[in-house]
């Protein structure tokens, strides 16, 4: 959609291109080239395609100018994000002269049309809306004060733009100094994917002193992130104890652990890893987002192997007994090594170790009592898990963080997802 002039004197350059071209097109010539009339064809059709979505984007445009167009009242929320556009054209206003009668940047109501408006808050939309004279009582809503209860300037906006979270929002560190508030609620927005940023329904544990805008920050981008990853639809009843058995046993070595994100979208849970915000110590979390499928986010604070499969198998728990859809959506785990937790965590914990280490098998552990590396070893191999997890699990019992150091994995999950930055 052709949304400015610029837009528009492009878009007839483009058009004036593709009809040269069509008008010079040797068919003979092109199959020669192609070894195939077939495909010759195919590169008409192509080429006469696009002209064609050029030529109706330039007479949309044409017509909302012209001021002729229909259809500009709304009677749904979101037939009202794309008539924004159009009535702004219609209206003949620059996005610079629509963006000094809300009180915004030119470059914010750019972001906005761009998306159609899809990150921007039901606030800001019906802002809009009103600067354009379009009647919104069909809506009949009243603006949440959960949308005025966060504090956009409290959110670690800097890091967050030096991790390169808000690619395609903000150009550079000026621009995000004039815009950004709007710039990190555009995030939030279209992150969560709903018109108000919540902070309930979520559980942390007991004593948690976690920033709480740092902590909200991170789940924008570990749900943000989610959307990028194909998943197939969430049945739980498919995560019986096989499926586990499959998951743990993709620890027995590391070259594996590519293949666990693998599995998890299979079976309908994306699994993104990204690293703790300063003012956090969080290890992981579980998320259930509304019309999507659940998360389960990483941080990989503790660069183990022990940790990493731990902390997995602990989310993972949390997204098949306690997550609910209106009770509790999130939960947060910081200091998951701490023993300091609720009844939640602790069922967690202990769900997590049995689905590692069934309890049959720990019984039967000499390596339990006896905790040499090579017992560890051979019954790691005997159950066929990583020694890490049953190194893990022993010094966890034996609250001695100090025993079996050569066998927790050291340094040996974050260089398995080199495209992540750990060391910011």
């Known amino acids: 959609m052709i949304t400015n002039e610029r837009q528009y004197r492009i878009t007839k350059m483009q058009l004036a291109r593709f009809n040269e071209t069509l008008e010079k097109f040797d068919f003979d010539d092109a199959a020669r080239r192609a070894g195939s009339q077939l495909l010759a064809q195919a590169e008409l059709d192509a080429l006469r395609s696009e002209a064609q979505a050029l030529a109706q984007d330039i007479m949309d445009y044409e017509g ?80 949440s004060p959960a949308d005025s209860e966060l504090e956009w300037n409290r959110f670690p906006t800097m890091v967050m733009y030096r991790r390169g979270w808000f690619e395609g929002l903000v150009a550079n560190v000026a621009e995000l100094k004039a815009t950004g508030d709007e710039v990190v609620e555009s995030y939030v927005k279209a992150a969560l994917g709903r018109q108000v940023a919540i902070l309930h329904r979520r559980s942390l544990r007991s004593g948690s002193k976690e920033d709480p805008y740092a902590l909200f920050a991170w789940e924008c981008r570990i749900l943000h992130l989610a959307k990028r990853i194909r998943v197939e639809d969430y049945r739980p009843q498919a995560i019986n104890a096989d499926w ?12 594996r652990l590519s293949e666990v994100g693998r599995l998890m979208a299979r079976s309908g849970i994306a699994l993104v890893i990204e690293p703790h915000l300063p003012g956090t110590r969080l290890d992981g979390a579980a998320f259930l987002p509304r019309g999507n499928p659940p998360v ?94 049953v190194a893990g699990r022993i010094r966890h019992e034996a609250k001695d963080y100090q025993i079996l150091p050569a066998l927790v994995g050291q340094g040996e999950v974050r260089k398995r997802f080199p495209d992540i930055a750990f060391n910011y």
Request: hydrophobic share 45%; glycine share 4%; net charge negative.
């Open 64 to 143: 909302l100018r012209s001021g002729k167009a229909r259809g500009l009242q709304p009677t749904t929320l979101a037939e009202l994000h794309t008539v924004l556009v159009k009535a702004r054209i219609a209206r003949r206003l620059s996005q610079r002269e629509l963006a000094d009668r809300v009180g915004i940047k030119e470059q914010q109501v750019q972001r906005y049309e761009a998306q159609q408006y899809e990150g921007a808050s039901l606030r800001r939309v019906l802002e809009v809306a009103r600067a354009l004279k379009i009647d919104t009582a069909f809506l009949n809503v009243d603006l």
């Open 296 to 389: 389960i986010g990483l941080t990989l604070r503790y660069d183990r192997l022990d940790n990493f499969w731990f902390v997995l198998f602990h989310e993972l728990m949390h997204v098949l007994h306690h997550l609910r859809p209106g009770k509790i959506e999130s939960i947060f785990d910081d200091d998951i090594e701490d023993d300091t937790a609720d009844k939640l965590e602790l069922e967690a914990d202990a769900l997590a170790s049995d689905a590692l280490i069934a309890p049959e098998e720990w019984r039967r552990a000499v390596a339990r009592f006896v905790q040499t590396e090579e017992l560890v070893r051979d019954f790691a191999a005997e159950i066929g898990i990583n020694p890490a997890i």
């Open 244 to 255: 586990l058995d499959r998951l743990r046993k993709l620890s027995v070595t590391t070259d």
